[in-house]
């Protein structure tokens, strides 16, 4: 899911060890926020498609507590 760039084997790697290709910071940490976020927005589609009314409630709390800033 995730395109990662290819770097040039005679590159000089004067970063973090972030920088080294193929080698996270933190192993496996990228392709699991990757599926969460997409499991939230997926979610999150389908609670506004059979519950149309969140919708609107969200909608309305927003402008209500946009009022609130306000006055």
Same mark, same amino acid.
């Given at each position: 899911?995730?395109?990662?760039?290819?770097?040039?084997?005679?590159?000089? #790697?004067?970063?973090? =060890?972030?920088? @080294? *290709?193929?080698?996270?910071? @933190? *192993?496996?940490?990228? %392709?699991? $926020? %990757?599926?969460?976020?997409?499991?939230?927005?997926?979610?999150? #589609? @389908? $609670? #506004? &498609? @059979?519950? *149309?009314?969140? =919708? %609107?409630?969200?909608?309305?709390?927003?402008?209500? =507590?946009?009022?609130?800033? &306000?006055?």
């Amino acid at each position: 899911m995730t395109h990662r760039a290819r770097h040039n084997k005679d590159q000089d #790697f004067l970063g973090t =060890s972030a920088d @080294v *290709p193929r080698r996270d910071a @933190v *192993p496996g940490r990228g %392709e699991f $926020l %990757e599926f969460l976020g997409l499991t939230l927005a997926a979610g999150a #589609f @389908v $609670l #506004f &498609v @059979v519950r *149309p009314e969140v =919708s %609107e409630a969200l909608a309305h709390t927003l402008a209500t =507590s946009a009022v609130g800033l &306000v006055r």
